[in-house]
């Protein structure tokens, strides 16, 4: 028997990099995965994937900072397997610039995707988890929920945020036997990322090969970039731990950016 037999997850950010490793992993391990993104053709491609494996997967289009959206993504999900056991909380986009050169408007659309939409979904799914007397939910934070690094105002605010979120989940759904972690990846070779080297590159005045080693990965142990395998593991470990020993815990996956 596999850890997550008969589990429906909902994994925002689904549709490709880190969340749609996360699906993958999911269904691989019994679970079946709701791909909830803004892009539905891309949800729907991943899903086909999963599918195409064996397993069941459900996509749905869904803007995490839009509340009627969320609440429709959800609704959807209960109405076709009657269960939502996990959340991973992942979408997330990015946008560098120093913050005097900050746009308000790119700032509120930073926050609103990371913690909006992170209380959106997280408001919607504990309804159902509050009803089941049974939950987990994982945020994917970032080495920046611990750290600062320059160009990233809104970002580093968001993450941050998302461990205090955590915790204030951990505390209110602990009677309800509903778990909350976040896991705090290091700079992770994805779509995001290829976009923002260049963006550095030109922000830094360096080449495009000196932000990824003496900005990226200059203060990991080995040089190399943490995998969507293993972020996927680490949110895996968290949705499939049995107590509430961990609960409110972040953990970094970083190949030693950041150690606490």
Known sequence: MSRFDGKVAIITGAASGIGKEIALRFAAEGGTPVIADLKLDAADAAAREIK???????????????EAAVEKGIADTMTKYGRIDVLVSNAGIQ?????????????????????????????????HMYAAKSGSIVYTGSVHSKLASVLRAPYVTAKHGLVGLCRLVAKEGAPYNVRANVVCPGFVRTPLVDEL?????????????????QVMLKD?????????????????????????????????????????
């Open 95 to 127: 946008i560098v610039k120093p913050i005097v050169e900050f746009p308000f408007a790119d700032w509120k659309r930073l926050l609103a995707v990371h913690l909006d939409g992170a209380f959106l979904t997280t408001r919607a799914c504990l309804k």
């Open 197 to 213: 080297i260049p963006e550095q590159a030109e922000k830094l005045g360096i080449s495009e090969e000196e932000v990824i080693k």
């Open 220 to 260: 990991t142990v080995d040089g190399e970039f943490t995998t969507t395998e293993d972020v996927a593991e680490a949110v895996l470990f968290f949705a499939g731990f049995k107590t509430n020993a961990l609960t409110g815990q972040s953990l970094v996956v970083s190949h030693g950016w950041f150690m606490e």
């Open 52 to 66: 195409a494996n064996g397993s069941d997967a459900l996509a749905v289009g869904m803007d995490v900072a839009d």
